[in-house]
């Protein structure tokens, strides 16, 4: 007996692995499916939980740097499956045992299990969350021990999930708006990159018994394939060493990634769209953080991580100062000529009326609409002026080539 509390550390420091299973269930059917856990025996006695007779047990095996993990979505889902749990009356840690088993994440079921410990050994939920920044926020723990302090969990638990579920729901729009052109024309400079080396090479080839001065656009062509078959190696080292720089210089970097957020907002449509997400999203955590009674101090230091733009984030912190200094919100924010005048004026009434909390929701609501009409817009924009570059890069190439054949056939 002295052993089991050692025993039951040892496994949960245990890796949990994904495991696939074949068997029959009571009916004598072949059933199968996969299971998360630390070991072979921790699924075999599931799967004898579930009547179901096992014929094989292994191992699902993983590419290396391909393991999972937790993701944002993967956190909402928790958020909003242990408010559904405690809602219908579940008790906390029974609610973390249901939820885990659901999960086919083993680092979301293992992540799940670590809370379930130091909740069972006494620590509460927000502080059990607090140790692990990685996957959960402050604004999570701060919800999570209002909730606790008020005795209203599932309540915040419910605000956590919707508040995450619309920011996921802004940054999916935002992502389409940036990578969408991006991929559409990535993929037409790699089909134009891919005829360079492997096609116009045949043509080349064939050319050279015309006997004949080949026209200028061919010649273009034709060296730019002799450079591309040159030199695409050290292009795409070159492609791959800036993007790991620059995503290495935003990250250690604070004034390149100051710079570089100026640049976003300046450019034309993007800007934009990147504008009213911030607004958005700053808006959304500090009405969900202040409406559960988070000192408007904490509120707003959260609100500054989650405004996703250096240039916001600093000027939110530039207004924690002055709100902490006296000033109404509303003033500190024109102070820092970032924020709309429809913002500011909204706070204004909500600061007048004593509800802060409302108003903010509603700024939030309306710059998520604009945010959305605004992608819409700009995909419909993109689509013609995309269709246009992918026609001159590979029609223009395709055309290139055969213009001596024309030629040869008008001279006979």
Do not use: C
């Not at 089991?4 to 059933?31: C, F, L, Y």
């Amino acid at each position: 007996m002295a052993t089991s509390p050692v025993r039951a550390k040892d496994r949960h420091k245990t890796r949990i692995d994904t495991w696939q299973w074949r068997g029959k269930n009571a009916r004598g059917e072949m059933v199968r499916g996969e299971l998360a856990a630390a070991d072979y025996e921790h699924v075999r006695r599931t799967l004898a939980q579930q009547s179901i007779i096992v014929k094989s047990i292994r191992k699902q095996r993983k590419l290396p740097g391909f393991t999972k993990r937790v993701r944002p979505r993967d956190i909402t889902l928790f958020a909003r499956q242990m408010a559904t749990m405690l809602r219908a009356g579940i008790p906390l840690l029974q609610s973390f045992t249901a939820v885990a088993d659901s999960t086919r994440n083993p680092a979301m079921r293992n992540f799940i299990e670590t809370l379930h410990k130091d909740v069972a050994g006494g620590m509460n939920f927000s502080k059990a969350l607090a140790k692990h920044p990685r996957h959960v926020d402050e604004l999570f723990v701060h919800l999570v021990e209002a909730g606790e302090q008020a005795g209203v969990l599932d309540g915040m638990l419910e605000r956590v999930a919707t508040y995450k579920e619309k920011l996921d729901a802004l940054k999916a729009r935002v992502k389409k708006a940036m990578y969408y052109p991006t991929a559409v024309l990535g993929v037409g400079f790699g089909v134009t990159a891919l005829l360079l080396v492997k096609v116009v090479p045949q043509f080349e080839s064939m050319f050279k018994g015309f006997g004949a001065e080949l026209p200028m656009p061919t010649q273009v062509t034709i060296a730019l394939s002799e450079a591309a078959q040159a030199h695409w190696l050290q292009a795409v080292i070159a492609l791959v060493a800036v993007i790991f720089g620059l995503r290495v210089a935003l990250k250690r970097s604070p004034a390149f990634s100051m710079q570089v957020s100026r640049l976003m907002l300046r450019l034309p449509i993007l800007g934009t769209i990147l504008d009213r997400s911030a607004i958005a999203r700053f808006s959304r955590t500090l009405a969900t953080t202040f409406a559960a009674g988070v000192p408007l101090m904490d509120a707003l230091e959260t609100s500054a991580g989650a405004s996703g733009n250096r240039v916001y984030q600093r000027a939110i912190l530039v207004i924690r100062e002055d709100v902490s200094s006296g000033q109404q919100l509303h003033f500190a924010m024109r102070n820092t000529r970032l924020f709309s005048a429809l913002a500011i004026q909204m706070v204004a009434i909500g600061e007048e009326a004593g509800s802060l909390d409302a108003m903010l929701n509603k700024v939030a609501d309306f710059y998520e609409e604009d945010v959305e009409t605004r992608v819409d817009t700009l995909t419909s924009l993109l689509e013609p002026f995309i269709i246009v570059v992918l026609g001159i890069l590979v029609g223009g190439l395709v055309v290139s080539m055969y213009l001596p054949i024309f030629e040869l056939g008008n001279a006979i």
